[in-house]
C-alpha cells in the first residue's frame, strides 16, 4: 500500500508576517516551519504504516526552494520518500492551480490514499483535500479525527457539535485529519539521521505534463489586494471594587463585549 501525506512549508506564525508588492506572501523575509497541521496528516500516515505490512509513505510538497524542510521533517517523522515540486512559475497559484498541481503529481506517484491536514496553517481555506479529490475522481472523506484502512476501504469517524458520524469510502480516496486525530510523534535522532539517507525527487512543471499558462500569479482567479499592518493591542480595562460596583462593572462589560 502506499499513502501520500501532503506537506507545506508556511511562515512560522509566532513570527512576523510580511507580504511582497504584488499581494504574494514574503516567505524569504520570515522564518518557516512545515503546518502544524500537516504533522497530523503524517502522523496517521505513519500509524497506518505501523499497524500494516508493506506500507510506504511518501511526502509531497509544492513550494520553492525551502520548502524542502518540509519534507526533511516529515521524512525525520518516518515517511519513507519525498517527492518536492519545484518551479519558478507556480509563484502565485491560488487554490485551483495548487490542485492541479498535487492532483497531477499523486496521479505519477500512484498512491492508494491520500493523507492531508484540514488547513494550511497560513491560507486556512481547506479547499485542498476535495479539489484535489475531485481532479483525481476520488471520494473525499474530510474533517477526520479518527481514520482507519481495512481491506479496499477507509473508515472515519468526524465529530460535530452534537453528532458523530462514521463515513466509509473506497479506495483509492483523499482523507483530511483534524488537530484531534491524535498528536503527532516527534522525530528521533535514529529517525533525523535515517532522513538524510531517504530518496527525495524534484519535479517540475514540464515532469507533471502541466502548462505554465495555468499557474502561477498571472493565472491566479483570486488575488490580495490590500494589505494592512495589525494594529497595536490596546490596553485591557481595570475594573475596581472599591465602592462596591466593582460586580456591575465587570458584568457590563462582559455583556458589552458579547462574553455573557
Request: charged fraction near 30%.
Amino acid at each position: 500500500m502506499k499513502i501520500v501525506a501532503l506537506v507545506k512549508y508556511v511562515p512560522d506564525a509566532t513570527g512576523d508576517r510580511e507580504f511582497d508588492d504584488d499581494g504574494t506572501v514574503d516567505r524569504e523575509g520570515s522564518d518557516g516551519i512545515l503546518s502544524e497541521l500537516d504533522e497530523y496528516a503524517i502522523e496517521q500516515s505513519l500509524q497506518i504504516a505501523d499497524e500494516g505490512d508493506d506500507v510506504e509513505v511518501v511526502a509531497l510538497t509544492v513550494g520553492p526552494d525551502d520548502a524542502a524542510d518540509a519534507i526533511k521533517k516529515a521524512l525525520q517523522m518516518g515517511a519513507n520518500s519525498g517527492v518536492h515540486v519545484l518551479d519558478d512559475a507556480i509563484h502565485g497559484s491560488d487554490a485551483l492551480a495548487t490542485s492541479a498541481i498535487l492532483a497531477a503529481a499523486i496521479s505519477q506517484i500512484e498512491p492508494d490514499l491520500v493523507i492531508t491536514g484540514m488547513a494550511s496553517t497560513d491560507g486556512v481555506m481547506g479547499v485542498i483535500p476535495v479539489m484535489v479529490a475531485e481532479r483525481l475522481g476520488w471520494p473525499a472523506a474530510t474533517l477526520a479525527n479518527e481514520l482507519s484502512v481495512e481491506g479496499d476501504k477507509v473508515s472515519i469517524r468526524r465529530e460535530g457539535d452534537v453528532t458523530s458520524q462514521r463515513i466509509e469510502a473506497s479506495l483509492p480516496a483523499v482523507v483530511s485529519v483534524t488537530d484531534q486525530s491524535g498528536e503527532a510523534r516527534y522525530p528521533s535522532m535514529k529517525g533525523i539521521m535515517a532522513a538524510k539517507r531517504k530518496p527525495v525527487e524534484e519535479w517540475d512543471l514540464e515532469d507533471l505534463e502541466l502548462d505554465e499558462d495555468g499557474v502561477g500569479f498571472e493565472a491566479a482567479r483570486t488575488r490580495v489586494v490590500e494589505t494592512r499592518e495589525r494594529p497595536p493591542k490596546e490596553a485591557g480595562k481595570v475594573i475596581t471594587d472599591e465602592d462596591g460596583s466593582g460586580a456591575t462593572a465587570l458584568t457590563e462589560f462582559l455583556v458589552a463585549g458579547k462574553y455573557l
